[in-house]
C-alpha cells in the first residue's frame, strides 16, 4: 500500500500552541475510532517530554499513554521515531545532524504503523509551526506523509480564530489541508453564540467546524501525585490517595477559630508547617468524619515554610488517611506554583481518561473528521 492510499484512513491532529488540550482530544478521537476500526495506529513523530522505559528506550509521554491505555501493539520506537531533549537544537547545529534522516525515520515509521492498522492517528507538537528551527515542523511533516490536520483551538471567538489563522497559513504553504476544526474548552455561556458565528467565520476558508467541548474543569485539576513532582517530594501520609483532585485550594494562617468555620470536604489546605494547631484540626476532622459518619472527607495538605514539620506532627500525620506533604517554601510562592502548574493526564488516572473519552464522543463529528476532502 502507497502512502497516499494510507493517508485517506490516517489524520494529523495539529494545535493552535500548548496546553489547548490535544493529548486530552486525541485520547477521545482513538477510543471513537475503536468504535469504527478494528485496529487504531498511533504515531507521535516528533516528541518533546519523554520517559525511560524498559532497557533505557526514551519515548515521548503521549506515545507511552496512549499505547499502554489503549493496549497497542507494535514496538516503540515508530509510535515516537524522533525525540527533540533539551539542548538538542545546539547539537542539530554543532554537530550537524540531518534533518532529512530524521523525517525520513518518520516516514518509515508512520507506514509501518499505518500498514498495520485501519485508521491511524498522528499526533503534532505544539503549534503547527513548532520544529520549524531543525526543518521538522508539524506543517512539513504532515505535508510528506499526504496527511489533512485537525487542528485544535482553545474556545473562543476572536482570539481562537486568530490563532488559527496564522496555522492555517502556514498548512497552506505546505500544501496542508484542513479537514476541520476543533474548538475546546468552551465555556457554556458562550457556546451557543460561537455555534452560531465560528462556521461562519470558518467559511472564508471552506474549512468546517467539527467539535465544540465544553470546558471541564475537571481535566485541568492535578491530583496530589503531580503535585509531588511540582514541589520534588513525597508524602508523609495518605500514599494511596496520590491520584486525588480536589474541588478547590484553601491558602490559610489565620485563627484556628476561624479556620474551622469554614471546613469543606475534598479541599486542599496550604498552610505554614509551623501552624500546628491548623494541621492537627484538619487531622481531627478527617478522624471525626470517618469514625463517626463513615465517609472519607477527601482532603489533603501543602505544609509549606523554612522548616519542615516537627517530629511529633510527622507521628501525628502519619496515622490519619489523608494526603501531606511538605514544600519548603512560602504558602504564597507555593499557591502560585500551584495555580499557574498545568496538569497532563497520567496512565493511571482513568477516571479523567474516561472523562475526556466522554467528550470527544459526545461533541465531536467523527463523520466529518473521518471524511478525507
Known amino acids: 500500500m502507497g502512502i497516499d492510499q494510507m493517508s485517506k484512513k490516517s489524520i494529523f491532529i495539529a494545535a493552535t500552541g500548548q496546553h489547548v488540550g490535544k493529548t486530552t482530544i486525541c485520547l477521545g478521537l482513538i477510543a471513537a475510532l475503536k468504535k469504527r476500526y478494528s485496529q487504531i495506529g498511533f504515531i507521535k513523530p516528533v516528541g518533546q517530554q519523554h520517559v525511560k522505559i524498559d532497557n533505557d528506550i526514551v519515548v515521548d509521554k503521549d506515545t507511552y499513554l496512549f499505547k499502554n491505555h489503549f493496549e497497542m501493539e507494535g514496538d516503540w520506537h515508530p509510535m515516537s521515531p ?27 515509521s508512520y507506514k509501518s504503523i499505518a500498514s498495520l492498522n485501519d485508521y491511524t492517528v498522528v499526533e503534532g507538537t505544539g503549534h503547527v509551526g513548532v520544529g520549524s528551527i531543525l526543518d521538522l515542523s508539524n506543517a512539513r511533516v504532515a505535508s510528506n506523509l499526504g496527511l489533512e490536520t485537525v487542528i485544535i483551538a482553545s474556545g473562543g471567538l476572536g482570539s481562537a480564530f486568530d490563532e488559527l489563522a496564522i496555522n492555517i497559513a502556514m498548512c497552506k504553504e505546505y500544501n496542508v489541508p484542513v479537514r476541520g476544526v476543533i474548538l475546546n474548552r468552551v465555556l457554556d455561556e458562550k457556546r ?11 467559511d472564508k476558508w471552506g474549512v468546517p467546524l467539527i467539535g465544540c467541548i465544553p470546558f471541564d474543569p475537571f481535566l485541568s485539576m492535578p491530583t496530589v501525585k503531580d503535585f509531588e ?47 500546628e ?17 463513615g465517609v472519607d472527607y477527601g ?38 506554583k500551584i495555580t499557574t502548574f498545568i496538569a497532563k493526564i497520567r496512565l493511571e488516572d482513568t477516571e479523567k481518561i474516561q472523562k475526556a473519552i466522554h467528550l470527544v464522543d459526545q461533541y465531536v463529528d467523527l463523520n466529518q473528521l473521518c471524511q478525507a476532502r
Do not use: C, W
Open 82 to 108: 524522533v525525540i527533540i531533549p533539551a539542548g538538542f537544537t545546539r547539537r542539530y547545529f554543532d554537530e550537524n545532524i540531518s534533518s532529512e534522516e530524521m523525517l525520513n525515520d518518520i516516514i518509515t
Open 192 to 202: 451557543e453564540m460561537i455555534l452560531n458565528y465560528f462556521p461562519k467565520a470558518l
Open 229 to 275: 513532582g511540582l514541589f520534588q517530594t513525597t508524602l508523609f501520609s495518605g500514599q494511596q490517595h496520590r491520584l486525588r483532585h480536589f474541588d478547590n485550594f484553601r491558602l490559610f494562617a489565620g485563627s484556628v477559630k476561624a479556620y474551622k468555620r469554614e471546613f469543606e470536604p475534598n479541599q486542599l489546605i496550604i498552610t505554614p508547617a509551623s501552624r
Open 277 to 293: 494547631d491548623i494541621i492537627m484540626a484538619t487531622l481531627e476532622k478527617h478522624l471525626h468524619t470517618t469514625n463517626n459518619e
Open 299 to 336: 482532603g489533603g495538605m501543602i505544609l509549606t515554610g523554612r522548616h519542615s514539620p516537627s517530629k511529633s506532627i510527622e507521628d501525628q500525620m502519619r496515622h490519619v488517611d489523608i494526603p501531606i506533604l511538605y514544600a519548603p517554601m512560602s504558602s504564597y510562592d507555593a499557591m502560585k
